[in-house]
């Protein structure tokens, strides 16, 4: 294959189009539900992106659909392509969505004869354009992977029916997400404080250098053998920040965290 076709033609999208375009790939196709203006038809124009007002046209013009839409969306928008789907089709999402709701999808497309992958972006596309890390599977993941490699698509087919690299990019995301978060409320409150630098300072001295893997192996078993000590400790933090009025959601969430260890709720590591 050397053209496709994006359902969905945001930032992540047209980064992906971009960077296949200068590799010497073919003709990207593509649908929104808004006909593209301003800045952003302009931009289309530079990639050569060729727009489809309809779901019929945009399956009639590759045979490899890549849905790339909200999370939300992603349902909505394979029941709307089905009846345009045949065999010849592979209809990739990746789309950040729950794994039930990949399976659901997976099941729509099976019914049309078409192949199916589940395929989770695991980084910033606007960084890595069409050589962002992604993980994929599902009967069509080898398809997809076949397809796209040669124009430096990184893909890496796992085991799994489909919504299994949904779960694995969802899980990511919760350490990922809870990172910038944790960030945020500790720096926005060490500002309050006029103690940024030594909080700061004080973290790059922890975890400057260290292995994430190296990491995980001494913080969760410590987090569950001294929760007790450091339920009191994110406690006295918690009423800290909220005597101030100071966000302290994330203080709440790790405190109710540790209380579930202390109480039984994982085992001590042996």
């Given at each position: 294959?050397?053209?496709?076709?994006?359902?969905?033609?945001?930032?992540?999208?047209?980064?992906?189009?971009?960077?296949?375009?200068?590799?010497?790939?073919?003709?990207?196709?593509?649908?929104?539900?808004n006909?593209?203006?301003?800045?952003?038809a302009?931009?289309?124009?530079?990639?050569?992106?060729?727009?489809?007002?309809?779901?019929?046209?945009?399956?009639?013009?590759?045979?490899?659909?890549i849905?790339?839409?909200?999370?939300?969306?992603a349902?909505?928008?394979?029941?709307?392509?089905?009846?345009?789907?045949?065999?010849?089709?592979l209809y990739?999402?990746?789309?950040?969505a729950?794994?039930?709701?990949?399976?659901?999808i997976?099941?729509?497309?099976k019914?049309?004869g078409?192949?199916?992958?589940?395929?989770a972006?695991?980084?910033?596309?606007?960084s890595?354009?069409?050589?962002?890390?992604?993980i994929?599977?599902?009967?069509?993941?080898g398809?997809?992977?076949?397809?796209?490699?040669p124009?430096?698509?990184?893909?890496?087919?796992?085991?799994?029916?489909?919504?299994?690299?949904?779960?694995?990019?969802l899980?990511?995301?919760?350490?990922?997400?809870?990172?910038?978060?944790l960030?945020?409320?500790?720096?926005?409150a060490?500002h309050?404080?006029?103690?940024?630098?030594?909080?700061?300072?004080?973290?790059?001295?922890?975890?400057?250098g260290?292995?994430?893997?190296v990491?995980?192996?001494?913080?969760v078993?410590k987090?569950?053998?001294?929760?007790?000590?450091m339920?009191?400790?994110?406690?006295e933090?918690?009423?800290?920040?909220?005597?101030e009025?100071?966000?302290?959601?994330?203080?709440?969430?790790?405190t109710?965290?540790?209380?579930?260890?202390?109480?039984?709720?994982?085992?001590?590591?042996?």
């Amino acid at each position: 294959m050397n053209h496709c076709a994006f359902i969905g033609f945001g930032s992540a999208a047209s980064a992906m189009a971009e960077g296949l375009r200068e590799s010497g790939f073919g003709t990207v196709f593509f649908h929104t539900r808004n006909f593209p203006s301003g800045r952003y038809a302009r931009r289309i124009k530079s990639i050569g992106a060729v727009y489809r007002p309809d779901y019929a046209s945009l399956a009639a013009s590759s045979n490899l659909i890549i849905s790339c839409v909200p999370g939300i969306a992603a349902r909505v928008v394979a029941e709307s392509a089905v009846p345009y789907l045949r065999e010849q089709h592979l209809y990739v999402d990746a789309n950040t969505a729950a794994p039930d709701v990949k399976r659901d999808i997976a099941a729509l497309i099976k019914i049309t004869g078409a192949t199916f992958a589940d395929a989770a972006i695991m980084g910033p596309v606007e960084s890595y354009r069409h050589q962002v890390p992604i993980i994929a599977c599902g009967d069509g993941a080898g398809l997809f992977r076949a397809a796209m490699a040669p124009f430096g698509m990184d893909i890496s087919v796992i085991e799994g029916g489909p919504g299994q690299a949904a779960r694995i990019k969802l899980l990511r995301s919760v350490f990922q997400k809870g990172v910038m978060c944790l960030l945020m409320e500790t720096l926005g409150a060490a500002h309050r404080y006029g103690v940024d630098s030594a909080v700061l300072d004080s973290l790059c001295g922890t975890f400057d250098g260290v292995p994430l893997r190296v990491m995980a192996e001494r913080m969760v078993p410590k987090a569950i053998s001294k929760a007790g000590r450091m339920t009191n400790e994110m406690m006295e933090a918690y009423t800290m920040l909220t005597g101030e009025r100071l966000p302290a959601l994330m203080a709440e969430a790790c405190t109710r965290s540790l209380a579930y260890c202390r109480d039984g709720g994982l085992p001590e590591p042996e």
